[in-house]
């Protein structure tokens, strides 16, 4: 059960619809109201113009490479976001009002006349004309000014370009100057500093006796160099002469005679073996002819004798003139090598004494005429490039005035369609709030839910006295169903009795329900009584077109008989006892005994009695004449009263015991609510095919009956 609480208190797609169709006249005036201000609004705004200065801004370079390649910096990703600030910031503009003299031109604007604009107010005037605005991913920025003159808007942006573009060259020039003179004062101090480093490198000199052959070399230190390359050369000799002496010893006979003539080239020792190996020749020549004693076979053999002697001699003294030499050469090294001992030593002592001071003075001296030197290329340097232009800002398209028609301000098209919008969802908001706090009876599912009672007839709205709107008439349809469902409401489920129609508050259309009911129950056959037993607000008569002088208050103080006051009427089987002039004293005229047999005798006669009762809440008499008859219609005015009335009136007739046999939901307006459109449609469709059937079918008739029917 409570699951289907929960499902009934959601709403639905359609309700929201539906609360917006039947508001529709709130929502349709507020948006035309806010449209009408908003044009009003958007025709009286001065028209603003906007002018626009692009300018590429880029990171301080040179535009011509001077002494080196200039590589691109690292991606900055903060560098153009800190620009985009710095173009509005007080001292680009302070200089732009300055220039164009504004805060003189807008004080009779601003300031009335004979007043001056101070240059605060000035900048925050002109702060609220500008715009800057960056292109991702690119270095363009756009500076835009917002103004009701064209040509102030486009001046203004070009000069805050102008200004901003200054700026930046004007602070790179002042970095780079105060750096060039930085450089210059300490150019000054370090020729200082080589000045005084070379008068003590002079002094040190001079105090020990330092001999130079030239800048950076010593005298020491060159013969020290000489002797160590003759102590090499002469080392490099012995060797030699050692290594010869040593092949000879190893050698003897023959082979030393062989290798005699590679290893010394002498002329005379050549010679004597030439002439041993003819003597050799010839000696086995001879022996091949003579005998050993033969005597010339002995002359050449003393001969060869001879010579092999010379020729032992002389290599004996070749091996004692190469160890002669080698001995020669061992002495000189050792001798050079005492030499370049000596020299090392004094050198040595030297270095300690008198030439490290100098060289560590000399190397003082080279290092800060490095410095200066660097100092002086440096200076050059920072010098060409102060002169050497360069384009950190670059205007790629200047402002320029827009014609009179590019106005960008006010936009009329955008502001009527947000006018439009502004205006449906306040209309709409305000149709809500108006629904949330109409608390009166909407729908048939508030009946059922609030007053727990069936819903028994559905009335439309503006629905007329149906003796006035005819016996064809299209409402009558919906007085058929509730005279349907009344029957088969009442608890006995028998036909006919006596039934009071009754509303909670004055207004609702009770008495306009009660007749054309009757009416239908009447042409339908049934014997049908309506008695006007609002005492104080009687309208039936009106109805009727019926004299109201005599009638039910007649008949319950017992003046006339009730068969007297009963009238007749136009109607057949409608009968009508009309409520008669209101005594002084009304108070207990309608009491239970009296109406009990009233009810009691006329249920006797008539098929249906509807009785016209007062409202219940406030007026005693609707709760008595409730109590009397077999059934209570409760009629309630579509979104009229607040629910709670209706509420009550349940309660109080509940309270006397009424049998309530349902509501009927009066006035309403089919044609904003869907939820009562099938009833239309339905009862359209009804009357239309009742017309059909009463018109002589010719064919023309029958097709306007089909289309209607459709």
Same mark, same amino acid.
């Given at each position: 059960?409570?699951?289907?609480?929960?499902?009934?208190?959601?709403?639905?797609?359609?309700?929201?619809?539906?609360?917006?169709?039947?508001?529709?006249?709130?929502?349709?005036?507020?948006?035309?109201?806010?449209?009408?201000?908003?044009?009003?609004?958007?025709?009286?705004?001065?028209?603003?113009?906007?002018?626009?200065?692009?300018?590429?801004?880029?990171?301080?370079?040179?535009?011509?490479?001077?002494?080196?390649?200039?590589?691109?910096?690292?991606?900055?990703?903060?560098?153009?976001?800190?620009?985009?600030?710095?173009?509005?910031?007080?001292?680009?503009?302070?200089?732009?009002?300055?220039?164009?003299?504004?805060?003189?031109?807008?004080?009779?604007?601003?300031?009335?006349?004979?007043?001056?604009?101070?240059?605060?107010?000035?900048?925050?005037?002109?702060?609220?004309?500008?715009?800057?605005?960056?292109?991702?991913?690119?270095?363009?920025?756009?500076?835009?000014?917002?103004?009701?003159?064209?040509? #102030? @808007?486009? /001046? *203004?942006?070009?000069? $805050?370009?102008?200004?901003? &573009? =200054?700026? +930046? %060259?004007?602070?790179?020039?002042?970095?780079?100057?105060?750096?060039?003179?930085?450089?210059?004062?300490?150019?000054?101090?370090?020729?200082?500093?080589?000045?005084?480093?070379?008068?003590?490198?002079?002094?040190?000199?001079?105090?020990?006796?330092?001999?130079?052959?030239?800048?950076?070399?010593?005298?020491?230190?060159?013969?020290?160099?000489?002797? #160590? @390359?003759? /102590? *090499?050369?002469?080392? $490099?000799?012995?060797?030699? &002469? =050692?290594? +010869? %002496?040593?092949?000879?010893?190893?050698?003897?006979?023959?082979?030393?005679?062989?290798?005699?003539?590679?290893?010394?080239?002498?002329?005379?020792?050549?010679?004597?073996?030439?002439?041993?190996?003819?003597?050799?020749?010839?000696?086995?020549?001879?022996?091949?002819?003579?005998?050993?004693?033969?005597?010339?076979?002995?002359?050449?053999?003393?001969?060869?004798?001879?010579?092999?002697?010379?020729?032992?001699?002389?290599?004996?003294?070749?091996?004692?003139?190469?160890?002669?030499?080698?001995?020669?050469?061992?002495?000189?090294?050792?001798?050079?090598?005492?030499?370049?001992?000596?020299?090392?030593?004094?050198?040595?002592?030297?270095?300690?004494?008198?030439?490290?001071?100098?060289?560590?003075?000399?190397?003082?001296?080279?290092?800060?005429?490095?410095?200066?030197?660097?100092?002086?290329?440096?200076?050059?340097?920072?010098?060409?490039?102060?002169?050497?232009?360069?384009?950190?800002?670059?205007?790629?398209?200047?402002?320029?005035?827009?014609?009179?028609?590019?106005?960008?301000?006010?936009?009329?098209?955008?502001?009527?369609?947000?006018?439009?919008?502004?205006?449906?969802?306040?209309?709409?908001?305000?149709?809500?709030?108006?629904?949330?706090?109409?608390?009166?009876?909407?729908?048939?599912?508030?009946?059922?839910?609030?007053?727990?009672?069936?819903?028994?007839?559905?009335?439309?709205?503006?629905?007329?006295?149906?003796?006035?709107?005819?016996?064809?008439?299209?409402?009558?349809?919906?007085?058929?169903?509730?005279?349907?469902?009344?029957?088969?409401?009442?608890?006995?489920?028998?036909?006919?009795?006596?039934?009071?129609?009754?509303?909670?508050?004055?207004?609702?259309?009770?008495?306009?329900?009660?007749?054309?009911?009757?009416?239908?129950?009447?042409?339908?056959?049934?014997?049908?009584?309506?008695?006007?037993?609002?005492?104080?607000?009687?309208?039936?008569?009106?109805?009727?077109?019926?004299?109201?002088?005599?009638?039910?208050?007649?008949?319950?103080?017992?003046?006339?008989?009730?068969?007297?006051?009963?009238?007749?009427?136009?109607?057949?089987?409608?009968?009508?006892?009309?409520?008669?002039?209101?005594?002084?004293?009304?108070?207990?005229?309608?009491?239970?005994?009296?109406?009990?047999?009233?009810?009691?005798?006329?249920?006797?006669?008539?098929?249906?009695?509807?009785?016209?009762?007062?409202?219940?809440?406030?007026?005693?008499?609707?709760?008595?004449?409730?109590?009397?008859?077999?059934?209570?219609?409760?009629?309630?005015?579509?979104?009229?009263?607040?629910?709670?009335?209706?509420?009550?009136?349940?309660?109080?007739?509940?309270?006397?015991?009424?049998?309530?046999?349902?509501?009927?939901?009066?006035?309403?307006?089919?044609?904003?609510?869907?939820?009562?459109?099938?009833?239309?449609?339905?009862?359209?469709?009804?009357?239309?095919?009742?017309?059909?059937?009463?018109?002589?079918?010719?064919?023309?008739?029958?097709?306007?009956?089909?289309?209607?029917?459709?």
């Amino acid at each position: 059960m409570a699951a289907d609480d929960q499902l009934d208190n959601k709403l639905h797609f359609l309700d929201y619809w539906r609360v917006i169709k039947s508001r529709k006249e709130i929502i349709l005036a507020v948006a035309l109201l806010v449209v009408l201000t908003g044009m009003a609004y958007t025709f009286t705004m001065p028209k603003i113009y906007m002018a626009n200065a692009r300018i590429v801004v880029r990171e301080d370079s040179l535009d011509v490479d001077v002494f080196q390649r200039q590589f691109m910096a690292q991606y900055n990703p903060y560098f153009l976001k800190t620009q985009y600030e710095i173009i509005q910031s007080r001292p680009i503009l302070y200089q732009v009002i300055q220039n164009l003299d504004l805060a003189q031109k807008w004080s009779a604007k601003y300031a009335g006349e004979g007043g001056l604009l101070r240059r605060e107010d000035a900048y925050l005037i002109l702060t609220r004309m500008l715009r800057v605005n960056q292109y991702r991913d690119t270095s363009l920025i756009d500076i835009q000014v917002y103004s009701e003159d064209r040509e #102030e @808007a486009a /001046r *203004i942006a070009n000069e $805050v370009a102008n200004v901003y &573009r =200054e700026q +930046r %060259l004007s602070i790179k020039r002042r970095e780079v100057k105060r750096g060039v003179d930085a450089l210059e004062n300490e150019l000054q101090k370090q020729q200082e500093r080589v000045d005084s480093a070379e008068n003590d490198l002079e002094a040190l000199r001079k105090q020990g006796d330092v001999s130079l052959l030239q800048r950076g070399y010593r005298v020491d230190k060159v013969r020290l160099q000489a002797l #160590e @390359a003759d /102590r *090499i050369s002469a080392r $490099v000799d012995m060797l030699v &002469r =050692e290594a +010869r %002496l040593k092949q000879l010893d190893s050698l003897s006979g023959s082979e030393l005679m062989n290798a005699s003539a590679y290893i010394v080239n002498d002329q005379s020792l050549l010679i004597l073996r030439k002439q041993v190996v003819d003597a050799e020749v010839q000696l086995k020549l001879l022996l091949e002819t003579y005998g050993p004693n033969h005597p010339e076979v002995r002359r050449v053999q003393a001969a060869l004798d001879e010579l092999r002697v010379k020729l032992d001699s002389a290599l004996e003294g070749l091996k004692k003139g190469i160890r002669a030499d080698y001995e020669v050469a061992k002495a000189k090294y050792d001798a050079l090598e005492t030499e370049l001992e000596t020299a090392r030593a004094a050198d040595i002592q030297s270095e300690a004494e008198r030439y490290l001071p100098f060289e560590r003075a000399s190397q003082n001296v080279e290092v800060q005429r490095e410095i200066l030197n660097a100092l002086r290329a440096r200076v050059a340097q920072q010098g060409i490039e102060l002169e050497v232009p360069r384009t950190p800002v670059e205007v790629v398209e200047p402002a320029e005035a827009p014609s009179e028609q590019m106005f960008v301000s006010p936009r009329i098209f955008l502001n009527i369609m947000l006018s439009l919008i502004i205006g449906c969802v306040a209309g709409i908001g305000l149709a809500f709030f108006i629904e949330y706090l109409d608390a009166s009876v909407k729908t048939i599912d508030d009946v059922e839910r609030h007053l727990g009672l069936p819903v028994l007839g559905v009335i439309p709205q503006k629905v007329r006295s149906l003796l006035e709107e005819g016996p064809e008439s299209v409402h009558a349809e919906a007085y058929r169903v509730l005279r349907t469902n009344i029957q088969f409401a009442i608890k006995s489920g028998g036909h006919g009795g006596a039934f009071a129609v009754a509303s909670g508050g004055a207004g609702e259309g009770k008495s306009t329900t009660l007749f054309n009911l009757a009416y239908v129950c009447a042409q339908l056959g049934d014997k049908v009584l309506i008695v006007d037993s609002d005492l104080r607000r009687p309208v039936q008569h009106t109805f009727l077109g019926a004299s109201n002088r005599f009638g039910l208050t007649n008949v319950l103080l017992h003046e006339i008989p009730v068969e007297d006051a009963i009238k007749s009427t136009s109607v057949p089987n409608l009968h009508f006892l009309p409520s008669g002039k209101l005594p002084r004293t009304s108070l207990g005229l309608l009491d239970s005994h009296r109406m009990r047999e009233l009810v009691k005798s006329l249920r006797l006669r008539y098929d249906m009695i509807f009785f016209d009762s007062p409202p219940i809440v406030g007026v005693s008499d609707a709760s008595i004449l409730a109590s009397e008859v077999d059934g209570v219609v409760l009629v309630v005015q579509y979104r009229k009263y607040p629910r709670d009335i209706s509420i009550r009136a349940r309660r109080m007739l509940d309270n006397v015991g009424a049998n309530v046999l349902g509501v009927v939901l009066n006035n309403i307006n089919i044609l904003r609510d869907d939820n009562y459109y099938y009833y239309r449609s339905h009862y359209s469709h009804y009357e239309a095919s009742a017309e059909s059937r009463s018109v002589e079918k010719t064919p023309t008739t029958v097709a306007a009956a089909g289309k209607d029917g459709l």
